[in-house]
């Protein structure tokens, strides 16, 4: 699957993943450096804050009651908030890189 990552720059780029990758994983491995997953993707650093854009993709899975408590202590939740650890690349999915809270 390909997505698309928006920085905290607003700059696009398009990357490739394997199937089976988080989209933390996916962003980590092609060079970004904003994204810091200080937990290596336990589900509690909140630093892989990302926004998915709703349009972009479906059938996100649900949200775990303790991702919910995370993205509750960022100031920056919208929406379309997500930890990047906790789901999946989805093909087509457009994914930016929440600020620094
Ligand atoms: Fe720590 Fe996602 S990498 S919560």
């Keep these: 699957p390909s997505l698309v990552v928006v920085d905290r720059a607003g700059a696009e780029k398009s990357?490739?993943?394997?199937?089976?990758?988080t989209v933390m994983e996916a962003i980590r491995?092609?060079?970004?450096?904003?994204?810091?997953?200080?937990?290596?993707?336990?589900?509690?650093?909140a630093t892989c804050h990302v926004y998915i854009d709703p349009t972009s993709v479906s059938g996100l899975p649900?949200?775990?009651?303790?991702?919910?408590?995370?993205?509750?202590?960022?100031?920056?939740?919208?929406?379309?908030?997500?930890?990047?650890?906790?789901?999946?690349?989805?093909?087509?999915?457009k994914v930016t890189i929440a600020p620094e809270d």
């Design 15 to 21: 990357i490739e993943a394997d199937t089976g990758l």
């Design 29 to 45: 491995d092609n060079g970004f450096d904003e994204l810091l997953a200080l937990c290596g993707g336990c589900c509690s650093c």
């Design 62 to 93: 649900e949200m775990s009651a303790d991702e919910n408590d995370l993205l509750d202590s960022s100031d920056n939740r919208t929406d379309a908030s997500r930890l990047a650890c906790q789901v999946p690349v989805i093909d087509g999915m």
